[in-house]
């Protein structure tokens, strides 16, 4: 996924082919399960730090829409 300048990342983002459903599936952040999972295993805090700081991206980068919309990341 590529990167804001402000080094976030592009949570509008549709893959290499323009796909909608890619762009929705990344905002689904299923892959947050992972960091959890690690984070579990070893205890290693840059995992919890990781999940921390791809939230707090992405609740940073996309304010709730005031209307109803058709936005990849609501």
Not at 23 to 36: K, M, Q, T, Y
Not at 46 to 67: F, H, L, Q
């Amino acid at each position: 996924v590529p990167r804001r300048p402000d080094g976030g990342l592009t949570w509008e983002h549709r893959g290499a082919v323009d796909d909608r459903e890619w762009a929705l599936a990344l905002n689904r952040h299923g892959f947050l399960s992972s960091l959890i999972a690690a984070w579990r295993a070893t205890g290693d805090a840059k995992y919890a730090e990781g999940w921390n700081d791809i939230v707090k991206d992405w609740i940073t980068a996309n304010p709730y829409p005031a209307a109803d919309n058709n936005m990849e990341t609501w």
